[in-house]
């Protein structure tokens, strides 16, 4: 079982920044690839960006690249989401998840969950 607890989260304007945390204790945090999903209301979950075991390699859905970047520091056992320039259309609850794939996509590669932190950009 491996505990996520995402942070950050908050109202911002749009075109402005937010930095969202997600911490997993124990030591298996570097055994896992890192990613992270949206869900708007109504809408399904959706995927934004990844992160391999070692952080050397990311990738990221295209209608946030450019303006999202993942990482991670395997030592304080967080991967960090900046998001900037942000639009309307980011609102959504993100979540942070495990994954024992080398460099996941797709919901069905994640395994465990945190419980989320909403993001709203006003216009």
């Known amino acids: 079982q491996v505990q996520l607890v995402e942070s950050g989260g908050g109202l911002v304007q749009a075109g402005g920044s937010l930095r969202l945390s997600c911490a997993a204790p124990?030591?298996?945090?570097?055994?896992?690839?890192m990613g992270w999903f949206r869900q708007a209301p109504g809408k399904e979950r959706e995927f934004v960006a990844a992160?391999?075991?070692?952080?050397?390699?990311?990738y990221a859905a295209d209608d946030v690249k450019g303006r999202f970047a993942v990482s991670r520091d395997n030592g304080k056992n967080t991967v960090v989401l900046q998001m900037n320039s942000l639009k309307p259309e980011d609102t959504a609850v993100y979540y942070c998840?495990?994954?024992?794939?080398?460099?996941?996509?797709?919901?069905?590669?994640?395994?465990?969950w945190g419980q989320g932190t909403q993001v709203t950009v006003s216009s």
């Open positions: 998840a495990t994954s024992r794939s080398l460099l996941p996509n797709q919901l069905a590669d994640f395994d465990y």
């Open positions: 992160i391999t075991r070692n952080g050397g390699g990311t």
């Open positions: 124990g030591r298996t945090f570097s055994f896992y690839a």
